[in-house]
């Protein structure tokens, strides 16, 4: 998100705000949102109803008019199943696989880069 959509650029406004210089995000791995309607640009989170935890990613998608919800691990994929939210991510990929979003999501934002 902050790389591949520009999301750097909002971040670091988003700090400066607070008379913070921001050095960029702490990477701890692949951080992927599964996705039932694809995501190529940061603009496309805009009115999206997603489950993100809270923090910096959380107030940069709210900044530019995604709508985030925090439901608990195990009740994502009801409400990913059920349309109520249309994004998720929730620590990284091996948890993510053992809540099987793939199963009722057919995109992950941002696409793996090229090689």
């Known amino acids: 998100m902050f790389y591949a959509l520009g999301g750097l650029e909002i971040a670091r406004n988003l700090f400066a705000a607070q008379g913070i ?14 996705a039932t309607i694809p995501i190529r640009s ?9 489950r993100l ?12 008019g995604a ?3 925090v ?8 409400v990913l199943e ?10 990284g ?5 053992a809540f099987g979003f ?3 999501t057919g995109d992950i934002s941002p696409p793996p880069l090229a090689a």
């Not at 210089?21 to 599964?34: E, K, L, S």
């Open 42 to 50: 940061i603009d496309e989170f805009h009115g999206r109803k997603m």
């Open 67 to 69: 709508k985030t919800t």
């Open 21 to 34: 210089q921001d050095i960029g995000p702490m990477h701890r791995g692949p951080n992927i949102i599964h």
């Open 53 to 64: 935890l809270s923090g910096l990613a959380a107030e940069v998608l709210t900044k530019i």
């Open 102 to 104: 793939g199963r009722v």
């Open 93 to 97: 990929p091996a948890v993510i696989d």
């Open 82 to 91: 059920k349309g109520a939210i249309g994004l998720a991510d929730c620590v």
């Open 71 to 78: 439901p608990p691990g195990p009740a994502i994929f009801p």
